[in-house]
């Protein structure tokens, strides 16, 4: 092995270019691959900027040739030579119409053959690359997206430093007061028995932070979820989070659309319209059965309930007698795509997700027509159906029945993105933002058979709906807004409480007692009594965001180093086993076993 003494690195290899022919530089990096061609041999090498062509010559520099004929892939080298044109450009790459003259040549490291090639969109088992993350961290595409995303932190820190922010650090290790998801739990060494919890947002720290007047906090916040994972879920994630005092919904939203203006134009060169466009919950659910739509496709849902409200099917009439409604899509230009075998495939999947079943109609190219319900309809109920469809030869439409109204909505916003998905409608490139407004404050849970918060329960609701908190729950809806990116949610918001007594009174509600309130934010409800601003604010997922800006299909390829399905990392494989001495000194004890 060679040392670099003597040597320093003068420039990355990816930024050379023809205007820097004759200089002297000196590069280092990682040997893509080497090509003997007798006398003459050639290298790629690469780093974080890209790849350049070194050029080694018998004749010249027979010690340097010599060294470079024994380079293999992933050696680590640094290269002092000239830039100097190619006599065989590649166009294909930023450099390819130079290379470097190589006249001093030092091996650095060596490196054993790969268990995968270094290739950008590599096809190797995703699970064999994460576990040697640091080889597939090697490909420039994971580099680029890794880089980028480096590039819009720097410029949310930029930005909102320009409007009055101050970062401010919120702790790491809180009390436990889960929001929804289950919380990471650490226990106490020097507190017996007691635990911390990592956070799921620095939400009630920024909320305190109002009350300490700083006015204007971000953080580029880790945070920590116990759940299930998703393409577009990690259990620890990066949050651009905010709060402002003194302000309105209407205040954070434009603040939130000028980060979105200069996030896509500085680092995307994308000019993103404003205002984004707003729709309150209820349209957007009604529109497109989803609180997160994506608007880049049309297919919107449409109501047949009256008109199918007498007529001989039972699965339609039975929906509507028992409070629900009866909703459908229309599939454009769909009739080769969703053959009867995919229909079957499509009844399956709403079955799934909770629907009876699915209702359809196939308008053949030739003016014929099938239906897995005609027969039961009359002519004129079938054409009123047709027209309230906008169905015309070659469509498909798609119908939910139920007596649950918000399962008809939900099933068909699901149906909508899998049928979106099936015909290859939805445009590549696009950008599409929404924002969601009046979102309900309480949101039912079939499983706990009680009203929880939709939000959290430091979200406001609306002054007009104060009167119906105890009454009537579901028409409440609060100050919250959501950030909607073709069909992902980016952003969630509210303007919050400051009132203690309505704080309390929201607490009641949500079924926590005098005592449990007190013992989970007391220290909260007793800020409040000593001069709390009016205050809200937002948190931007990063990740997603960064995963939506790049048109990356997972969170994996945004975050350096991710987790897998199982919430486990394959290269450290953690989670571990800890020693019993370990365990000792927690005051701990593992049980599991003892059950089997």
Known sequence: MDSMAGMKRSTYCGVLRMNDIGKEVTVAGWVQRQRDLGSLIFVDLRDRAGIVQLAFDEKSEKEV????????????????????ERSSKNM??????????????????????????????????ELLRLKHRYLDLRRPDLQRNIIMRHRIAKITRDYFDENGFIEIETPMLIKSTPEGA??????????????????????????????????????????????????????????????????????????????????????????????????????????????????RYAMELFDLSEI?????FGVFTNAIEGGGSVRGITAKGAVKALTRKELDKLTEMVRGIGAKGLAWIRLNEDGSLASSFAKFMSEDEMKALLTAAQAQKGDVVLIIADSRNSLVLSVLGALRAEVAQKLNIIPKGKFNFLWITEIPFFDWDEDLQQFV????????????????????????????????????????????????????????????????????????????????PPHGGMGIGLDRLVMQMLGCESLREVVAYPKVQNASEPMTECPSEIDNEQLRELGLELISNKNQ
Not at 102 to 123: G, Y
Not at 483 to 505: D, M
Request: glycine share 6%; charged share 25%.
């Open 92 to 125: 294909e790459i930023p450099t390819g119409e130079i290379e470097v003259e190589v006249w001093d040549l030092r091996l650095l490291s060596k490196s054993e053959t790969p268990p995968f090639e270094i290739l950008e969109d590599s096809q190797t088992s």
């Open 182 to 295: 289950r919380d990471f739990l650490v226990p106490s060494r020097i507190h017996s028995g007691s635990f911390y919890a990592l956070p799921q947002s620095p939400q009630l720290y920024k909320q305190l932070s109002m009350v300490a007047g700083f006015d204007r906090y971000m953080q580029i916040a880790r945070c920590f979820r116990d759940e299930d994972l998703r393409a577009d879920r990690q259990p620890e994630f990066t949050q651009i989070d905010l709060e402002m005092s003194f302000v309105d919904m209407e205040d954070v939203i434009e603040l939130g659309e000028g980060y979105i203006k200069r996030v896509f134009s500085q680092a995307l060169c994308v000019d993103v319209p404003m205002p984004i466009p707003r729709l309150t919950y209820a349209q957007a659910m009604a529109r497109y059965g989803s609180d997160k739509p994506d608007t």
């Open 308 to 312: 199918v409200r007498g007529s001989g």
């Open 65 to 84: 040739f010599d060294k470079a004929f024994n380079l293999r892939s992933e050696y680590v080298v640094m290269a002092k030579g000239t830039v100097r």
């Open 453 to 532: 918060a939709m939000h959290h329960p430091f979200t406001a609701p609306m002054d007009e709906c104060l009167d119906y908190l105890e009454t009537d729950k579901a028409r409440v809806r609060a100050k919250a807004y959501d950030l909607v990116l073709n069909g992902i949610e980016l952003s969630s918001g509210s303007i919050r409480i400051i009132n203690p007594n309505l704080q309390e009174r929201v607490f009641g509600l949500l079924g926590l007692s005098h005592e449990e309130a007190q013992r989970k934010f007391g220290f909260l409800i007793e800020a409040f009594k000593y001069g709390a």
